[in-house]
């Protein structure tokens, strides 16, 4: 059973920092292709950042220069590290999983990040 827990959402000034975290259990994180998504109220979710199992990274063009998407492979753990967050970002972020040969997916339950003064 695949299970993906976000964490380190929250409230955060303009400007500010946060890093998420997605622990995985049931999938290898290495070997599969990880994602964060986010969506906002009233909008479609949406790709922010993925890593491949090869470690190719890809961004949205609205956060690119100010996310980072990493992993730790001995933690089985993603990460996205956001900086200079704006309002704009304010959203429920999600962690997903991709398995490299069935294309099965899977989500986490999401993590609100609220960006406001």
């Known amino acids: 059973q695949v299970q993906l827990v976000e964490s380190g959402g929250g409230l955060v000034q303009p400007g500010g920092s946060l890093r998420l975290s997605c622990a995985a259990s049931?999938?290898?994180?290495?070997?599969?292709?990880m994602g964060w998504y986010r969506q906002a109220p009233g909008k479609e979710r949406e790709l922010v950042a993925a890593?491949?199992?090869?470690?190719?990274?890809n961004y949205a063009d609205s956060v690119k220069g100010r996310f980072t998407i990493s992993r730790d492979n001995a933690k089985n753990t993603v990460y996205l590290q956001m900086n200079s967050l704006k309002p704009e970002d304010t959203a429920v972020y999600y962690c997903?999983?991709?398995?490299?040969?069935?294309?099965?997916?899977?989500w986490g339950q999401g993590t609100q990040v609220t960006v406001a003064s």
């Open positions: 049931g999938i290898i994180i290495s070997t599969n292709n």
């Open positions: 890593v491949t199992s090869g470690g190719t990274t």
């Open positions: 997903k999983a991709v398995r490299v040969i069935s294309r099965l997916a899977y």
